[in-house]
């Protein structure tokens, strides 16, 4: 159930907007955001300038993803018509700084230093800071007292500062704290007892700063050579090469290639990850130095990409993905480049318009498994099953491959539907439903659901045909990630509700066979235009199953199965 907070805009309006800044700058916010309870929210329009994060909606919460697996859920609010989400919660949870200051209605926002990380052998000190987002670090040395100083610009400390003692090899004490939010800086401060020597390891622009230093035992320039040549001794821990660009290019409508450039020939792997789709490219003993791509508009298969250091010594490469996809991973032809192929999964059997499409087809409930009553006493589950023989029917006679998660009253788990269709690499899985709620006839129309991205097109398009064709209300398509049967295919997959059985009128229609045909004919018409067809079929010569009508006794309501969401 998705709970919306309702907020009254009035007294809000009155309060002067904060402002919000990112990396020292200003940035707009169309609408302005607000204060609700003390914290500041955006609208979830809210861009994040110079930063990858991406915003989306699902399941109630506000997503935000950053940098390699990133990512922030937090709840939303309805302010003035509007989704808004607290913004420094989320932007903890994505590993920036955000800090409100209420007396100027300022909020500031930059990349965290998480983590600042001293380890001293033989004298030299090895130094590990870690930020969430690549930052571009300066160092120097002072004296009077001497002592070794790393600026960070465009950063926020994890928090206002901290001090690491160190009593070894003359060196004294690390010291960090925020020294400005406008602009934003961390300054962190190495305390020696002489002239220090170091060595910068890490990359210019990177998330993980990395640098030796040491002071010579004597202020001899015997000593300082000697320290010298410690300093520069192989990088054991550091990477040897660097990732400097990325590049998105559409090859057709159904595949994309992915171009990583680095400074030398390097290997990668490809990890498939899910919830939502998504591929991660590791590249092994590289830093982060490249810029975040852009994907061009209309890029089949790829909704973004972001870029991480995974680790000090994998750089890793983001794809967030459309619809479920086969890759390949092969060198360049160019020296130091590595290519990413995606292909649509729905292309790996190629199927001409809707000759040769495997569609599963799934009644919902059946058996023990039941679904809703009418008001007419017929039961959802045997409505279900008609349709879909209906439809069966129809994309035989086209010469598409249909298939029935069950043909007759038989019981089918919710986890066994989609098993199926994986197992038999269906392109596409329509589950059929019919619909109900606490109230008779409050409510009627056509719903869809999905549960991936991927399915919205076929979400839309079967909704929108059977909307046309029926004149039934348009009850709108809907994204529910929670529902088990399009969660878990891995092709294109939506949960049709054709109409609620406890609305008078279409508890009514549902029990008519005619009116059935045209549900059915209309699904049909609708995987027609899914796969660039335009020709309608008409009912009257579609065929239909054997068994023209259904009728059965009242059965009492069950709809819980074991904590799953279903219809």
């Given at each position: 159930?998705l709970?919306?907070?309702?907020l009254?805009g009035?007294p809000?309006?009155a309060?002067?907007?904060?402002?919000?800044y990112?990396?020292?700058r200003?940035v707009?916010?169309?609408?302005?955001?607000a204060?609700?309870?003390?914290?500041?929210?955006v609208?979830?329009?809210?861009?994040?300038e110079g930063l990858s994060?991406l915003?989306?909606?699902e399941?109630?919460?506000v997503?935000?993803?950053?940098m390699?697996?990133?990512?922030a859920?937090v709840p939303?609010?309805m302010h003035?018509?509007m989704i808004?989400?607290?913004?420094v919660?989320a932007c903890?949870?994505i590993?920036?700084?955000?800090?409100?200051?209420?007396?100027?209605?300022k909020l500031y926002?930059?990349?965290?230093?998480?983590?600042?990380?001293p380890?001293?052998?033989?004298?030299m000190?090895t130094?590990?800071?870690?930020?969430?987002?690549p930052?571009?670090?300066?160092?120097?040395?002072v004296s009077d007292?001497?002592?070794?100083?790393?600026?960070v610009?465009n950063?926020?400390?994890?928090?206002?500062?901290?001090?690491?003692?160190?009593?070894?090899?003359?060196?004294t004490?690390?010291r960090?704290?925020?020294?400005?939010?406008?602009?934003?800086m961390v300054?962190?401060?190495?305390?020696?007892?002489g002239r220090?020597?170091y060595?910068v390891?890490?990359?210019l622009?990177t998330?993980?700063i990395r640098?030796?230093?040491g002071?010579p035992?004597?202020p001899?320039?015997e000593?300082?050579?000697l320290l010298d040549?410690?300093l520069?001794?192989?990088d054991?821990?550091g990477?040897?090469?660097e990732?400097?660009g990325?590049q998105?290019?559409?090859?057709d409508?159904k595949?994309?290639r992915i171009?990583v450039?680095?400074?030398?020939?390097?290997?990668?792997s490809?990890h498939p990850l899910?919830?939502p789709?998504?591929?991660a490219?590791?590249i092994?003993n590289?830093t982060l130095?490249?810029?975040q791509?852009?994907v061009?508009?209309?890029?089949?298969?790829?909704?973004?990409?972001?870029?991480?250091?995974f680790?000090?010594?994998?750089?890793r490469?983001v794809?967030d993905?459309?619809?479920?996809?086969?890759y390949t991973?092969?060198?360049?032809a160019?020296?130091?480049?590595?290519?990413l192929i995606?292909r649509?999964a729905?292309?790996l059997?190629p199927?001409?318009?809707?000759?040769?499409?495997?569609?599963?087809?799934d009644p919902g409930?059946?058996?023990?498994l039941?679904g809703t009553?009418?008001?007419s006493?017929r039961?959802?589950?045997?409505?279900n099953?008609?349709v879909?023989?209906?439809?069966?029917?129809?994309?035989?006679?086209?010469?598409a491959?249909p298939m029935?998660?069950r043909?007759?009253d038989d019981?089918?788990s919710l986890?066994?539907r989609p098993?199926?269709?994986?197992?038999k690499?269906?392109?596409?899985f329509?589950s059929?439903?019919?619909n109900?709620?606490?109230?008779?006839n409050?409510?009627?129309g056509?719903?869809?659901?999905?549960?991936?991205?991927?399915s919205?097109r076929l979400?839309?398009?079967?909704?929108q045909?059977l909307v046309?064709e029926l004149?039934?209300?348009?009850?709108?398509?809907r994204?529910?990630?929670g529902l088990?049967?399009t969660r878990?295919?891995?092709m294109?997959?939506?949960?049709?509700?054709?109409g609620?059985?406890?609305?008078?009128?279409?508890?009514?229609?549902l029990?008519l066979?005619e009116y059935?045909?045209?549900v059915?004919?209309?699904?049909f018409?609708g995987?027609v235009?899914?796969m660039g067809g335009?020709?309608a079929?008409d009912s009257?010569n579609a065929?239909s199953?054997?068994?023209?009508?259904s009728?059965v006794g009242?059965i009492?309501?069950?709809?819980?199965?074991?904590?799953?969401?279903?219809?």
């Amino acid at each position: 159930m998705l709970c919306i907070i309702l907020l009254a805009g009035g007294p809000l309006l009155a309060a002067p907007s904060p402002h919000i800044y990112i990396g020292g700058r200003e940035v707009p916010c169309t609408p302005s955001p607000a204060v609700i309870d003390g914290q500041v929210y955006v609208p979830v329009s809210f861009h994040y300038e110079g930063l990858s994060v991406l915003v989306r909606t699902e399941d109630g919460k506000v997503v935000l993803r950053g940098m390699g697996e990133a990512e922030a859920r937090v709840p939303f609010v309805m302010h003035q018509g509007m989704i808004y989400y607290p913004i420094v919660p989320a932007c903890t949870g994505i590993r920036l700084g955000a800090r409100w200051v209420e007396k100027t209605q300022k909020l500031y926002i930059a990349p965290r230093i998480d983590s600042i990380r001293p380890e001293v052998f033989d004298r030299m000190l090895t130094l590990r800071i870690t930020a969430g987002y690549p930052v571009t670090p300066k160092v120097s040395v002072v004296s009077d007292p001497w002592r070794l100083l790393i600026e960070v610009p465009n950063a926020q400390l994890f928090t206002e500062s901290t001090t690491i003692p160190i009593g070894q090899g003359e060196i004294t004490r690390i010291r960090a704290a925020q020294y400005s939010y406008e602009p934003p800086m961390v300054r962190i401060v190495v305390d020696v007892e002489g002239r220090p020597q170091y060595r910068v390891l890490s990359g210019l622009e990177t998330t993980q700063i990395r640098l030796r230093m040491g002071v010579p035992e004597a202020p001899t320039p015997e000593a300082c050579t000697l320290l010298d040549q410690l300093l520069d001794s192989p990088d054991s821990e550091g990477a040897a090469w660097e990732v400097v660009g990325v590049q998105v290019e559409p090859v057709d409508e159904k595949s994309t290639r992915i171009v990583v450039r680095t400074t030398a020939p390097v290997d990668g792997s490809v990890h498939p990850l899910s919830s939502p789709p998504r591929l991660a490219l590791d590249i092994p003993n590289t830093t982060l130095r490249a810029p975040q791509p852009d994907v061009p508009p209309e890029t089949p298969l790829v909704q973004g990409v972001r870029l991480g250091q995974f680790t000090e010594r994998i750089s890793r490469v983001v794809v967030d993905l459309a619809e479920e996809v086969e890759y390949t991973l092969s060198k360049g032809a160019d020296p130091g480049t590595l290519v990413l192929i995606l292909r649509s999964a729905l292309g790996l059997e190629p199927v001409r318009g809707i000759q040769g499409l495997k569609v599963m087809l799934d009644p919902g409930h059946g058996g023990s498994l039941h679904g809703t009553t009418g008001l007419s006493g017929r039961r959802e589950q045997d409505i279900n099953l008609d349709v879909a023989l209906r439809l069966y029917k129809m994309l035989e006679q086209a010469k598409a491959r249909p298939m029935m998660t069950r043909f007759g009253d038989d019981t089918v788990s919710l986890h066994a539907r989609p098993a199926m269709a994986n197992a038999k690499g269906a392109h596409i899985f329509i589950s059929i439903h019919a619909n109900s709620n606490g109230r008779p006839n409050s409510a009627r129309g056509i719903e869809t659901y999905y549960g991936h991205d991927r399915s919205y097109r076929l979400a839309r398009t079967l909704h929108q045909q059977l909307v046309k064709e029926l004149g039934a209300p348009d009850r709108r398509v809907r994204k529910r990630p929670g529902l088990v049967v399009t969660r878990e295919t891995k092709m294109p997959s939506v949960l049709l509700e054709i109409g609620y059985m406890n609305h008078r009128e279409e508890d009514r229609l549902l029990g008519l066979p005619e009116y059935r045909q045209r549900v059915a004919k209309a699904i049909f018409n609708g995987i027609v235009k899914y796969m660039g067809g335009e020709a309608a079929l008409d009912s009257r010569n579609a065929g239909s199953p054997q068994a023209e009508e259904s009728e059965v006794g009242a059965i009492e309501l069950t709809v819980s199965l074991a904590g799953e969401e279903q219809h």
